[in-house]
């Protein structure tokens, strides 16, 4: 696992990202990029956050708590 978040890191790798989405309030696969405006970090709360480009979407979004992350 941290040796794909190693290599997720990489400008421009795609990847495909599992999160819980509390609005649909079901599992959902996206397909992701990391680019040099994606980041993690924690929340004020102390949750742990990491902020990703949706090649699904065509925009940022930000996944919460638990994440599972495939190239």
Excluded at 23 to 34: G, L, N, P, V
Excluded at 54 to 63: E, H, I, Q, V
């Amino acid at each position: 696992m941290k040796e794909d978040m190693k290599e997720i890191e990489k400008t421009n790798q795609t990847f495909k990202i599992t999160f819980w989405a509390k609005k649909h309030k079901k599992h959902i696969t996206r397909k992701a990029m990391w680019n040099n405006l994606c980041r993690y970090f924690k929340s004020k709360d102390g949750v742990p956050c990491m902020t990703y480009y949706d090649l699904d979407n065509k925009g940022y979004r930000t996944a919460t708590t638990t994440w599972k992350v495939n190239l």
